[in-house]
Nanobody
Framework: VQLQASGGGLVQAGGSLRLSCAAAGLTFGSYGMGWFRQAPGKEREFVAAVSWSGGSTRYADSVKGRFTISRDNAKNTMYLQMDSLRPEDTAVYYC????????????????WGQGTLVTVSS
């Protein structure tokens, strides 16, 4: 199983980025998917999750209204559209796959990508 996160980079506050997570080696549509992030010196935290079909989503309060999670099961890919970015969004973003849908608990995720760095300058 391989999850490949991409799309990170340096952006000014107020800007946008779109992260992608390409999956291989698993039946993608059978897994709930999620995004987590970890800032330097901080614990890994939940960002967003999407159900198997993409019909249901869940967000951390800190990103609600600014980030949008989606998935394309035909392409085995999940996305995170990040708008109105803030300096506090700076972190390594990880995608993960779970047997449960919409869970915020990292230990419920079986597979993890390598992470992509997002840096938001003020």
């Amino acid at each position: 199983v391989q999850l490949q996160a991409s799309g990170g980079g340096l952006v000014q506050a107020g800007g946008s980025l779109r992260l992608s997570c390409a999956a291989a080696g698993l039946t993608f549509g059978s897994y709930g998917m999620g995004w987590f992030r970890q800032a330097p010196g901080k614990e890994r935290e939940f960002v967003a999750a999407v159900s198997w079909s993409g019909g249901s989503t869940r967000y951390a309060d800190s990103v609600k209204g600014r980030f949008t999670i989606s998935r394309d099961n035909a392409k085995n890919t999940m996305y995170l559209q990040m708008d109105s970015l803030r300096p506090e969004d700076t972190a390594v973003y990880y995608c993960a796959a779970s047997g449960k849908a919409l869970t915020v608990v990292p230990t419920a995720y079986y597979y993890w990508g390598q992470g992509t760095l997002v840096t938001v300058s003020s």
